[in-house]
T-cell receptor, first 114, second 115 residues
Framework: AQSVTQLGSHVSVSEGALVLLRCNYSSSVPPYLFWYVQYPNQGLQLLLKYTTGATLVKGINGFEAEFKKSETSFHLTKPSAHMSDAAEYFCAVTGSGGSYIPTFGRGTSLIVHP | EAQVTQNPRYLITVTGKKLTVTCSQNMNHEYMSWYRQDPGLGLRQIYYSMNVEVTDKGDVPEGYKVSRKEKRNFPLILESPSPNQTSLYFC??????????????FGNGTRLTVT
C-alpha cells in the first residue's frame, strides 16, 4: 500500500522568504510523485512531478522538489515566496502495487505575509 | 483546449432531492475519478473509473453513484442527498492504465450545499 504524509497543515512565511513544504511517502516500489497546487476557488493543477531520472525536479512558478529515496521524501521548495504563492499544496503518489490510483496527502496551506 | 468540465459550479438543494453533477473531459483519458474536499480532511476519493463501463468504489462511496457509459463523461449522482454531503466536489481525469507518470487533470469544482 502507498501513503503520503504532509507535515504541517499550515505553513506561514514572509514574502521573499524560503518556502519549504514537506512530503513523505511510503511505497512498496519506486514511486511516481506529484505536487499539485490549488488556488482559491479553483481546481488542482500540476506543479511538478518525479518519475525517473534526475532527482531534482523543476516545476512552474519557480518551485522545485527533490526526490530522496533514502529519506522517502519529496519536499517542495521555492527560494523566495511571493504573495501569489498563497494556496493549498497537495503531494501525491502513484504506482505502488501496480495500481495507477493516486494517493494524496491532506494538503498544506501556504500563507504568505507581506 | 484540453480540459475537464464540471457543472454546475454551485448547487444548493434540500435533503432527499436527487441531483447529478456532470463531468466531461476532452482528452480521451481512460481514468476518471470523483473526489470530495472537506476542511482538514484533504481530498477523499468517492469513485473512480479505469475505463468505459468499469467503475470502482473509492474511500467514501456511501450515498453516491456513478456511471461511465462513454469515455468522456463521468456523472456523479446523489440519489438522496443529506447535509453531511455538503462539500466541494472535484472531477479529475488522466491517461491512467499503465501510465503511472500521468498527472491528474481537475475540473474547477462543484460546491454543493444540502439543507
Amino acid at each position: 500500500a502507498q501513503s503520503v504524509t504532509q507535515l504541517g497543515s499550515h505553513v506561514s512565511v514572509s514574502e521573499g522568504a524560503l518556502v519549504l513544504l514537506r512530503c513523505n511517502y511510503s511505497s512498496s516500489v519506486p514511486p511516481y510523485l506529484f505536487w499539485y497546487v490549488q488556488y482559491p476557488n479553483q481546481g488542482l493543477q500540476l506543479l511538478l512531478k518525479y518519475t525517473t531520472g534526475a532527482t531534482l525536479v523543476k516545476g512552474i512558478n519557480g518551485f522545485e522538489a527533490e526526490f530522496k529515496k533514502s529519506e522517502t521524501s519529496f519536499h517542495l521548495t521555492k527560494p523566495s515566496a511571493h504573495m501569489s504563492d498563497a494556496a493549498e499544496y497537495f503531494c501525491a503518489v502513484t504506482g505502488s502495487g501496480g495500481s495507477y490510483i493516486p494517493t494524496f496527502g491532506r494538503g498544506t496551506s501556504l500563507i504568505v505575509h507581506p | 483546449e484540453a480540459q475537464v468540465t464540471q457543472n454546475p459550479r454551485y448547487l444548493i438543494t434540500v435533503t432527499g432531492k436527487k441531483l447529478t453533477v456532470t463531468c466531461s473531459q476532452n482528452m480521451n483519458h481512460e481514468y476518471m475519478s470523483w473526489y470530495r474536499q472537506d476542511p482538514g480532511l484533504g481530498l477523499r476519493q468517492i469513485y473512480y473509473s479505469m475505463n468505459v463501463e468499469v467503475t470502482d468504489k473509492g474511500d467514501v462511496p456511501e450515498g453516491y453513484k456513478v456511471s461511465r457509459k462513454e469515455k468522456r463523461n463521468f456523472p456523479l449522482i446523489l440519489e438522496s442527498p443529506s447535509p453531511n454531503q455538503t462539500s466541494l466536489y472535484f472531477c479529475a481525469s488522466s491517461l491512467g492504465g499503465g501510465s503511472y507518470n500521468s498527472p491528474l487533470h481537475f475540473g474547477n469544482g462543484t460546491r454543493l450545499t444540502v439543507t
